[in-house]
């Protein structure tokens, strides 16, 4: 297998406490902490590695069908900036339990270019705006003409926040949309995010199901 270029990963769970006067949000789940960062480690390099292949065949010569026989890219195989911000991610979700926006919105900014990891035009002016002092939430519904992002990015992050919260579906899609306010302002974007199934409805009289 060739060498991978990937996080390294925290096994710190023993660390791991709760800050005084913080109630976890999920308090009322029933996995100990130490599996849920387990869980959400797990995820971590498996978003990873997938993102660092991936990036390898944006490289002019690399073929789909050596891969598919067993002769994967040689490495050393670099991770994208999705890597980076899940890194993010992770740090929050083990140093807090939960999604602080303010906090996570500051720790994108600052490994922006730490190094640089392929970062969008969008992302990089969002997050360099952030880093200069201007509020998240401004930057991140200036994009696109004031709609806000509806790109992919938050979800090739997040991952690891459905692992961490594994036992609380209903949590994990709110901290999935906190997490992808940050840069994602378009409100259809964070509706895929935080999707939950929907109860199915009966068409109205004169609509069909396809056309309603």
């Given at each position: 297998?060739?060498?991978?270029?990937?996080?390294?990963?925290?096994?710190?769970?023993?660390?791991?406490?709760?800050?005084v006067?913080?109630?976890?949000?999920?308090?009322?789940?029933?996995?100990?902490?130490?599996?849920?960062?387990?869980?959400?480690?797990?995820?971590?390099?498996?978003?990873?590695?997938?993102?660092?292949?991936?990036?390898?065949?944006?490289?002019?010569?690399?073929?789909?069908?050596?891969?598919?026989?067993?002769?994967?890219?040689?490495?050393?195989?670099?991770?994208?900036?999705?890597?980076?911000?899940?890194?993010?991610?992770?740090?929050?979700?083990?140093?807090?339990?939960?999604?602080?926006?303010?906090?996570?919105a500051?720790?994108f900014?600052?490994?922006?270019?730490?190094?640089?990891?392929?970062?969008?035009?969008?992302?990089?002016?969002?997050?360099?705006?952030?880093?200069?002092?201007?509020?998240?939430?401004?930057?991140?519904?200036?994009?696109?003409?004031?709609?806000?992002?509806?790109?992919?990015?938050?979800?090739?992050?997040?991952?690891?926040?459905?692992?961490?919260?594994?036992?609380?579906?209903?949590?994990?899609?709110?901290?999935?949309?906190?997490?992808?306010?940050?840069?994602?302002?378009?409100?259809?974007?964070?509706?895929?995010?935080?999707r939950?199934?929907?109860?199915?409805?009966?068409?109205?009289?004169?609509?069909?199901?396809?056309t309603?």
């Amino acid at each position: 297998m060739a060498a991978w270029a990937g996080p390294t990963p925290w096994r710190e769970c023993e660390n791991s406490v709760v800050p005084v006067g913080q109630t976890p949000v999920h308090m009322a789940g029933t996995v100990d902490e130490c599996t849920r960062l387990d869980l959400c480690y797990d995820s971590l390099h498996g978003l990873s590695v997938g993102d660092a292949l991936g990036a390898q065949f944006f490289v002019p010569g690399r073929s789909v069908a050596d891969l598919a026989a067993g002769r994967p890219p040689a490495g050393v195989w670099q991770w994208t900036d999705d890597s980076q911000m899940a890194c993010s991610v992770v740090a929050e979700l083990r140093d807090h339990q939960q999604i602080d926006q303010d906090r996570l919105a500051g720790a994108f900014a600052r490994r922006c270019e730490e190094p640089y990891r392929g970062y969008g035009p969008g992302a990089v002016v969002i997050l360099h705006e952030i880093r200069d002092g201007r509020p998240w939430q401004h930057a991140a519904r200036a994009a696109f003409g004031g709609q806000g992002s509806c790109g992919n990015g938050t979800a090739m992050r997040v991952a690891p926040v459905g692992a961490y919260h594994a036992d609380n579906p209903a949590v994990a899609a709110e901290q999935a949309i906190r997490a992808a306010e940050v840069t994602h302002a378009h409100p259809r974007r964070h509706r895929r995010r935080g999707r939950r199934r929907p109860r199915r409805r009966r068409p109205a009289a004169g609509r069909t199901a396809s056309t309603g």
